[in-house]
């Protein structure tokens, strides 16, 4: 499938989206608001997050709550690399995503013989033994302390002293992982996972090899959930386990995915979009109050969207509405 | 082309397919019938890697297939359809023989065209872009066929395909598996309806209880007496 053909089958709402992100994008130079900066970066890195994620659990659908480990790995492993052997975080990113994407098959090697919520289950374990083993395994994690990033500025180091690097980076990760989503849904390795998806047995009696599929899928994850970690841990400069492999960072790409729409490429972005600035304005205003009121909030919305808009909020943008609802939005169009 | 040997498959103390010996050479079609719960679609999934057999040996182009799972069963071109239909529900007609097709061809343009001719051979173009749940049960029988089709399999296994259908759409379908055949596939099918099965079989093969009752023309068999009080009961033979 060549990139042209590709770029054609974008529907208006990714161009409407793709245009509008990379306007926040192309508009920073212009800015100088640290907290305006600060809101586009973890806009964009949770939609990068997320997206990742929705590989695994849009388009493989296997829904995975212990991305937080994959998270923590690619965070952990660049960080290390850089205090010990003083390794460009920009190398050690793909180190992590590696060892990510090693542990994710060995994950889903013992998890994929499980069905439905107890895959879940077992991933959700996963994550918690990831987050306890970091805790645990000081000589190598610093235990709950967490790691420093030390701070020499320049491209080399990944580190910048102003946001706006930050910014073209997370949009270029962004960028990064759509194509990706894209990719799933236009590919053989994709159109497989649809069948998977649907109907395991009926897939596999057509010569579906739906082990090697579902693996595939899952590192392919990991890896690009890895990349996202090294990011924030070169934005924040300081890691620990709690930051890094928490119950959050599981939750909230499947959160974000599931709300803006579940295995499609745009679903993702619009769920991040809609729901951190919300997020963050909810922490805003009844923060002192009713701190974690804004995960009331997060948990009412998701109810909400699932019993109404079992698709997502993508689905109210979808170009055609006479188009019947289903799990899948892959099609293939009339040329 | 497939060899069976004294396959054996039981289910605790029930024999589902007692020591069945059978053959199915290629270009042939050879049909499979017998009662409710005769075995004949538990012998289906022994040759799709569904189940694993107890005893026996099956072999299919010369190669043993007893332990081969169903993606590899396929790759190596058995391909079945299901009793019940299984279509991919919320995908296109087209993605779903697409989905097939890919078996045999990495490219997912080149596997577009194959699906769109087998598409055709089914007579499902005018549903090409239409999900698959929106069909009727004639049409998902077709696609069901369609897909099977596009694995590019040496032997197809059709398991109750007229069930459901109507008189115009089985004469359709017998049709169809004439022109499947024609095609270069080696068709082994399992049927109830009689007139569908005697007409296009070559050969016919009888099971009951699990075991293999008669074997031969289907002339020869509509007069084998033991096959009518298999179907009917001891009481009705008919002169």
């Known amino acids: 499938m060549g990139i042209k053909q590709v770029a054609f089958k974008i529907k208006w709402v990714h161009s409407v989206l793709l245009l509008a992100t990379a306007t926040l994008v192309l508009g920073t130079p212009f800015i100088d608001n640290p907290y305006y900066l600060d809101t586009l970066i973890t806009i964009l890195l949770w939609a990068g997050l997320a997206g990742a994620w929705n590989i695994s659990g849009g388009y493989a659908g296997q829904l995975s709550l212990g991305h937080g480990a994959f998270f923590g790995i690619g965070a952990y492993t660049s960080t290390v690399l850089l205090l010990t052997s003083d390794l460009s975080p920009f190398v050690g990113m793909f180190a992590g995503a590696s060892l990510a994407m090693l542990v994710a098959i060995g994950i889903g090697a013992v998890c994929f013989r499980l069905k439905g919520p107890f895959f879940v289950l077992a991933t959700l374990a996963f994550g918690e033994v990831a987050h306890i083993a970091a805790i645990n395994w000081r000589s190598i994690t610093g235990g709950a302390n967490g790691l420093q990033i030390p701070y020499d500025a320049g491209w080399l180091n990944f580190t910048f002293l102003s946001e706006k690097p930050y910014v073209y980076i997370a949009f270029l990760y962004l960028i990064i992982v759509y194509a990706s989503n894209k990719y799933m849904e236009h590919s053989r390795l994709g159109y497989q996972l649809a069948g998977i998806r649907e109907d395991e047995e009926a897939a596999r009696s057509l010569g579906v090899n739906s082990w090697r599929a579902k693996l595939l899928a899952l590192g392919i994850s990991a890896f690009l959930t890895a990349l996202g970690g090294t990011f924030y841990a070169q934005y924040i400069q300081i890691i620990d386990p709690d930051s890094t492999f928490s119950w959050t960072v599981s939750i909230q790409p499947a959160l974000l995915t599931i709300v803006g729409g579940l295995g499609t490429a745009a679903g993702p972005i619009l769920g991040s979009i809609i729901m951190i600035p919300m997020s963050q304005v909810i922490r805003v205003q009844l923060g002192g109050t009713y701190s974690g009121a804004h995960l009331a909030v997060y948990g009412v919305i998701l109810i909400a969207i699932v019993l109404f808009l079992p698709r997502g909020l993508y689905d109210v943008v979808r170009k055609a509405p006479s188009e019947v609802w289903g799990k899948t939005v892959l099609r293939s169009k009339p040329e | ?239």
Do not use: W
């Open chain 2, 1 to 239: 082309m497939l060899e069976l040997q004294n396959v054996i498959k039981k289910f605790g103390g029930l024999f589902a397919v007692n020591d069945v010996t059978l053959s199915v050479r290629r270009g042939e079609i050879v049909g499979l019938m017998g009662p409710n719960g005769a075995g004949k679609t538990t012998l289906f999934n022994l040759l799709t890697g569904f189940f694993p057999l107890n005893s026996g040996t099956i072999n299919f182009k010369k190669q043993d297939i007893r332990f081969m799972s169903p993606e590899k069963l396929c790759e190596k071109g058995i391909c079945r359809t299901f009793q019940i239909v299984r279509p991919f529900g919320s995908i296109t007609v087209l993605d779903n023989v697409l989905i097939g097709a890919l078996n045999r061809s990495k490219q997912v343009d080149e596997a577009r065209e194959i699906a769109n001719e087998n598409i055709k051979l089914v007579g499902l173009a005018p549903f090409t872009y239409k999900e698959a749940n929106s069909l009727t049960l004639g049409y998902r029988k077709r696609l069901e066929i369609a897909r099977a089709l596009a694995t590019r399999p040496e032997l197809l296994l059709l398991d109750e395909v007229m069930a459901g259908l109507n008189l115009t759409e089985i004469n359709e379908m017998i049709d169809l598996v004439a022109r499947i055949r024609e095609s270069g596939v080696t068709l082994f099918v399992i049927e109830h309806i009689m007139e569908a099965i005697m007409s296009i079989c070559d050969r016919i093969i009888v099971l009951n209880y699990g075991s293999k009752l008669a074997e031969g023309k289907p002339a020869d068999i509509a007069k084998n007496s033991e096959v009518i009080q298999a179907y009917l009961g001891e009481e009705y033979e008919l002169a």
